[in-house]
């Protein structure tokens, strides 16, 4: 079975329990999932009711689609991210994404906790993504093109869209986020980047390293989706502190910024 046939049997899966088409899809990163209770009328299916699709094994990701309305727009949040490091290869890490696609979604926002390389960002701080590094996992392309997807060779010269990042701007203001902006780069997880390799990404003109997003964002591109990117910085990053990073620092992190971000999304989903 071709990937396109794999997303098209979860789709069906989803259709067999409700007909909702979203307009919105949200990826909500680790300990970034509190967003999921803001949305009203909520249809609720487990990863584990939709055909071929990963189970999340991770701590902070409950494994699930959540349908309704979110300030007025028709949204699916998907509460569970899947990472290439728990296993699986990147056709599955992306299929919730291409699934929301599939589903309805003309916007995607993706949504996670990282580490700050730019020695002046701070816990606590939002980053809106501008660009991406995505060469140190492989491309969620790979292998044969399936043009129900999107072309062979898809322009990449604006992953994240300039409109979204406007509009998330002015949200940030509005609801009081510390924002920054920079340059997310995507390695492969799950250990902690050393403090080596931070150096050499800060190099390279990242701003913020964490083990998802990229790979997500080329394939909603892909598609032809609008995509916009949120970090949380929930530490600064190997080298940049003394201090010994741990997950439970960053869903710690990502607890006392949810309000905040929750405000920040619903902001700019209001918007839209």
Excluded at 77 to 86: A, T
Excluded at 108 to 126: E, H, M, Q, R, Y
Excluded at 148 to 167: A, I, K, Q, T
Excluded at 241 to 251: A, G, M, R, T, W
């Amino acid at each position: 079975m071709d990937q396109y046939e794999l997303v098209e049997k979860a789709l069906c899966s989803v259709r067999k329990k409700t007909d909702f088409v979203p307009d919105v899809a949200i990826v909500l990163g680790s300990g970034l999932g509190a967003l999921a209770e803001e949305v009203e009328n909520p249809i609720v299916i487990s990863s584990s009711e939709i055909a071929g699709y990963p189970a999340s094994t991770v701590s902070g990701h409950a494994g699930r689609l959540v349908f309704g309305t979110l300030c007025g727009k028709k949204v699916v949040v998907q509460q569970g991210r899947i990472h290439y490091y728990e296993g699986y290869d990147m056709a599955e890490v992306v299929l919730p994404v291409r699934l929301m696609c599939l589903l309805g979604a003309k916007t995607v926002i993706l949504t996670n906790a990282a580490g700050g390389v730019n020695k002046s960002f701070c816990s606590g701080d939002f980053m809106l993504i501008t660009g991406q590094i995505a060469q140190f996992v492989p491309s969620p392309l790979r292998g044969a093109n399936d043009d129900r997807f999107g072309v062979r060779f898809p322009d990449m010269s604006e992953v994240y869209s300039r409109p979204l990042l406007s509009l998330a701007r002015e949200c940030a203001k509005e609801v009081g986020a510390p924002v920054r902006e920079g340059v997310y780069l995507q390695a492969s997880g799950p250990n902690y980047e050393s403090p080596e390799e931070v150096n050499a990404f800060r190099i390279l003109g990242a701003d913020a390293v964490g083990m998802s997003t990229a790979v997500e964002a080329i394939a909603a591109k892909h598609m032809g989706r609008d995509v916009l990117g949120v970090s949380l910085i929930t530490n600064p990053a190997a080298g940049v502190s003394e201090k010994p990073l741990s997950h439970e620092e960053v869903k710690q992190a990502a607890d006392k910024a949810g309000r905040t971000f929750v405000a920040l999304i619903k902001s700019v989903v209001g918007k839209m």
